[in-house]
């Protein structure tokens, strides 16, 4: 058993001081996993609150014989996926606010944002991340930025190791080929 399976396992019996210590051990790195996800900042803090309010509400059903941080990384997917459902229904509000601004103005607003990105490296990373489908993105971030291995993104999403296994390798060859069409990688 592992000591952050150790601690959910006191969060079961009770003990408010072991739910503390989760939180302080796994915000910071919540926080970042939806940032990478492209959760702005402010957002992405609400984000890992409401993981943490789910993970305390299902805190029963874990497992204390299996590892913490994939189960963690599946509540905090559900949420991002809930977070997105959401932001979905709001860009079509936008999007008609845009068109009753009319063309020219939407146009200059898309013109500074892209100039913006092409400036700025670390952005253009995250926006190529963001071609990604969202299953590709997921497991990737999961992977090479949260350090999970194949069997724990696995177990966190319900896949099997081969479907990890193959999300990361399709889309790092897509991340590849964004990047190069930016420019940021040599043919």
């Given amino acids: ?3 952050a399976a150790q601690l959910m396992a006191q969060v079961q019996r009770g003990e408010p001081e072991a739910f503390e210590s989760l939180v302080q ?3 910071g790195p919540l926080y970042a996993f939806f940032v990478r996800l492209g959760i702005r900042q402010a957002d992405a803090e609400d984000l890992v609150q409401e993981t943490f309010l789910r993970v305390y509400k299902a805190r029963q059903t874990f497992d204390p014989q299996r590892t913490f941080p994939p189960w963690l990384y599946g509540i905090a997917s559900h949420v991002w996926a809930d977070y997105w459902r959401q932001q979905e229904r709001v860009q079509v ?5 845009a068109q009753e601004m009319g063309a020219a103005e939407a146009a200059e607003v898309s013109d500074v944002r892209d100039q913006a990105a092409r400036r700025d490296v670390v952005r253009q990373v995250r926006e190529s991340m963001h071609q990604l489908p969202e299953d590709h993105r997921l497991v990737l971030i999961l ?4 350090g999970l291995r194949y069997d724990e993104i696995a177990q966190a999403l319900g896949l099997s190791v081969g479907t990890v296994k193959s999300r990361i390798y399709y889309a790092l060859a897509k991340l590849r080929v964004e990047l190069r069409r930016r420019g940021l ?3």
């Fill in 93 to 97: 509000s936008v999007a008609r606010a």
């Fill in 1 to 3: 058993m592992d000591a």
């Fill in 143 to 146: 992977r090479h930025y949260q």
């Fill in 185 to 187: 990688l040599e043919a």
């Fill in 25 to 27: 051990q796994y915000q």
